[in-house]
């Protein structure tokens, strides 16, 4: 391998024989992609552009609607990006629609709000688990969790309220600067060494 390669990639075939050059090359490499995460988050969010899924707005329009209230209301841009990408799973995962979205935000977002997207689906479900044979208190398993309130209000408020059409959505890129500002440095990760 040419001098100038070996600095841009490591040069181990398992990792076992990896040195720290190898993985400072990979550091290296890993830094000109950063930020472009945001920009294939926005690339799915576009595909959940179109499908209605038998509701009355599309699941685009449902996200940005959640999103929209809540930036209305007065939130923080963590809440805001938060409620952009609860729904981000539905067309990828569907039978656990909402760990994907919370899964996703984990690194950058507070354990509260972490909570309420991976927990929303249940606590959505009760407005309307009893029309399809479910239980709609099914979130009160969760009862006495310090986010259940927060989660309860997250749905009354601006989740299953936001299927209306002809609503004054906020565009998608108008989200688009807050999701790099939540996004830009993780505040947790297997990644990132412990604060002393």
Not at 40 to 49: D, E, G, K, M, Q
Not at 116 to 122: E, M, S
Request: charge should be negative; proline fraction near 4%; glycine fraction near 8%.
């Amino acid at each position: 391998m040419a001098d100038d390669a070996a600095l841009d990639r490591a040069v181990f075939t398992a990792m076992t024989e990896g040195t720290f050059e190898d993985w400072a090359a990979i550091g290296r490499a890993s830094m000109a992609h950063r930020g472009e995460h945001v920009d294939r988050i926005v690339a799915h969010l576009n595909l959940l552009s179109g499908d209605h899924g038998g509701f009355a707005v599309d699941r685009l329009e449902h996200s940005l609607q959640t999103a929209t209230r809540a930036h209305r209301a007065g939130k923080d841009e963590e809440y805001v990006v938060c409620a952009l990408l609860h729904d981000i799973g539905d067309i990828l995962l569907p039978a656990n629609h909402a760990e994907l979205g919370a899964t996703i935000l984990e690194p950058y977002v507070s354990e509260e709000n972490h909570w309420i997207l991976k927990h929303h689906g249940i606590f959505q479900g009760y407005y309307f688990f009893h029309h399809i044979g479910l239980d709609r208190d099914m979130r009160e398993q969760h009862r006495g969790h310090p986010a259940f309130e927060a989660c309860a209000q997250f749905c009354h408020l601006y989740d299953q309220n936001s299927f209306e059409p002809g609503y004054d959505t906020m565009p998608l890129d108008a989200f688009t600067p807050m999701m790099r500002r939540v996004m830009e440095t993780p505040k947790r990760s297997i990644y990132k060494r412990p604060a002393a």
